[in-house]
C-alpha cells in the first residue's frame, strides 16, 4: 500500500539465515508495494539491550534512589534519553505497521530484542498510568511477529509437548505489545526451519511474500484471554 510506513525490529546476527531471508522478503515484497520501510538490524547496531541509568541524559529526578521505570518517564517528558533511545521511538512514532522478526528463546525474545522493548516502549512514550491496552499510546499502528522456532509445528499444538504455541504469544502479543495499544495482527510463525527441507523452506518464505500482498487488509487479532487460552 503507497504510502504506508513499516518498521522491522530485525533480530538475528547472521545475514544469511532464514530470520534473515524473511526479513529480506519483507523488505523487497513492501517496498514493491510503494511503502516506506525502515530495518531496525539490532546485532548489526549493536544495540544496547540493558535498562541502566545511563539512558538518561540529564540530571535524575530522585539521584537518592533510582527507578528505572519513573527515571525514564521524566526524562521521556524533558526528552533526555539517550539519543538511540529516541532514534527508536521515532521510527515507531513514524510507522503504521511494526514487524518484529526473531527466532524464538526460551519461548520468547532474544535478549537485545527483548531490551529494544523495555528501553524504547517506555512510560510517557507508548503507554501511561491510565492510559495503556485499548487506550495504549500506540493504537493506531499494527504489530506483527515473524517468528521462528527451534521445535516443530506438531510439538507446540494443544496436545504437543510445548503446548498452544498461542501460550507464549500472551507475553509478546499481549502483555507488550497490545499494553502499549498495537493492534496486534496473528503472528507469521516458521516452524523448525533447520530441519525442514530447502522446498519448505522456500515454501515458508513465499507464504510469508504472499501474506504480505494483502496484509493492509487484514483485521487484527481479538485482544482476549480466550483467543490464548480457549474458552
Not at 530495518?39 to 539512558?55: G, N
Not at 531490551?115 to 495503556?132: E, I, K, N, Y
Request: aromatic residues 14%.
Amino acid at each position: 500500500m503507497a504510502g504506508k510506513k513499516v518498521l522491522i525490529v530485525y533480530a538475528h546476527q547472521e545475514p544469511r539465515s532464514f530470520n534473515g531471508s524473511l526479513k529480506k522478503v519483507a523488505v523487497d515484497e513492501l517496498r514493491t508495494q510503494g511503502c516506506t520501510v525502515t530495518v531496525s538490524d539490532l546485532y548489526a547496531m549493536d544495540f544496547e539491550p540493558r535498562a541502566t541509568r545511563k539512558d538518561v541524559t540529564g540530571v535524575l529526578s530522585n539521584p537518592e534512589f533510582f527507578s528505572y521505570g519513573v527515571e525514564a518517564y521524566e526524562a521521556y517528558k524533558k526528552r533526555s534519553l539517550t539519543s538511540d533511545i529516541l532514534d527508536e521511538q521515532r521510527k515507531v512514532h513514524e510507522a503504521d505497521l511494526v514487524i518484529f522478526q526473531f527466532p524464538l528463546y526460551w519461548f520468547s525474545v532474544p535478549a537485545i530484542l527483548k531490551g529494544w522493548m523495555d528501553r524504547v516502549l517506555c512510560q510517557g512514550f507508548a503507554f501511561d498510568l491510565p492510559g495503556f491496552y485499548d487506550s495504549g499510546f500506540l493504537k493506531d499502528k499494527l504489530a506483527l511477529l515473524s517468528i521462528t522456532t527451534g521445535g516443530t509445528a506438531a510439538m507446540y499444538g494443544k496436545t504437543g509437548v510445548s503446548g498452544d504455541f498461542k501460550y507464549f504469544l500472551w507475553p509478546l502479543q499481549h502483555g507488550a505489545l497490545h499494553f502499549c495499544g498495537f493492534k496486534v495482527l496473528a503472528p507469521q510463525i516458521s516452524f523448525a526451519p533447520e530441519f525442514a527441507s530447502e522446498e519448505e523452506r522456500k515454501g515458508m518464505m513465499a507464504s510469508w511474500a504472499q501474506r504480505l500482498k494483502t496484509i493492509w487488509r487484514e483485521d487484527p487479532i481479538p485482544c482476549t484471554p480466550s483467543w490464548y487460552f480457549g474458552q
